[in-house]
């Protein structure tokens, strides 16, 4: 289950908030040798390391090859525990595993947020972005501000990925463009954390004072390639959350034209699925009007066979591109930048500039 190593800290690469990045010694083990790699710790959940520890490390993502997380994580630094927190909070997060971490959630007694939380009875037509990838994220905030420069931001993560939100350097990177962080469900690290979606659009709302909320989950989608089994439904339950509550949800399309895999060419099947199938409310689907010439035809198509229920618009896609070239962070989508797949890219920023056109014509 777990690929337990002990290893010595070489040396701190560095660090962004919430994780310090090390150089680490992993040891021998019988049949096996030693090897050099990256190491990864949570500086709350473990302290920080310094060159010299020795750490207890978990190495299934170097075992697998693993990109996105491929890191070796830091489980302890035995030697040199971290002084004990003290505090309100008893939310617990990767519950019954031996790294769960207790947190303070908007929703729970000891709160400060409980009552605004509690009062709150609807969303008042606060748009919700809802994305399948955490890396739709950057291009959906660039086309809200390119649009409304002035729109205040949330960003909900849900948990089909990461749990921590410290792990997403674009959080980092983009955290004075974001007026707030709530992380949903078993994820934990963000501003703000929340028992579900439903309390987390809530909060972003009313703790936050967000104008439009983004929802996605954060990085690592899990996909198996069969019709339901990928961690992009949750997108479909997300736009439910957010009818339900009286806010206005946003179906950002998943369209590319550089994947391989035909599955997620043109329209992705996570886009079908999550939209077409899971999602019982209808939502605004947002169209780019700039689609590639040799798969117009086919994402046309594809749109035709979503459910009556939701509303597609046209987005004028004008200036996106730039907006997207200004962010802090480098635009990425499993290694492809947006000069081989612009349309993903663009789909995300029009559903961030459609959301902007919504709140700005809010009652």
Known sequence: MIRWRYGTVTGVRGGWRGCTELDVDVEAREGEDGFSCRGLAYDELVGVPEAGDRVLLNCNAIAKGLGTGGYALVVAVPDRLPADVEGPGHIVKARYTPMQAMRLAVDEDDSPYRAAVEGCEDLGGMPVVVADLHSALAPVLAGVHA??????????MTDGGSLPAWFSRQLDQLSDRLCT????????????????????????????????????QGPGNLGTGTVWGFSGTAAGEAVNAAAVLGGRPVASLRISEGD??????????????AYGKVALAGADVPVPDELPADLEPKIRTQLAELPERHRQVTVDCSGLAEAMLDL????????????????????????????????????
């Open 147 to 156: 649009t409304a420069p002035g729109a205040k931001v949330a960003y909900v």
């Open 181 to 216: 962080v709530v992380t949903a469900g078993q994820c934990f690290g963000g501003d703000l954390e929340a028992t579900n979606v439903h309390n987390a659009l809530i909060a972003a709302r009313v703790v936050g004072g967000a104008d439009i909320a983004i929802v996605a």
């Open 260 to 273: 391989a895999r035909e599955r997620h060419r043109g329209v992705s099947h996570h886009s079908m699925t």
């Open 328 to 363: 802090p962070v480098k635009l990425s989508t499993m290694g492809r930048g947006l000069d081989r797949d612009r349309v993903y890219f663009v789909a995300a920023a029009a559903a961030g500039r459609h959301a902007a056109h919504i709140a700005a014509h809010r009652d």
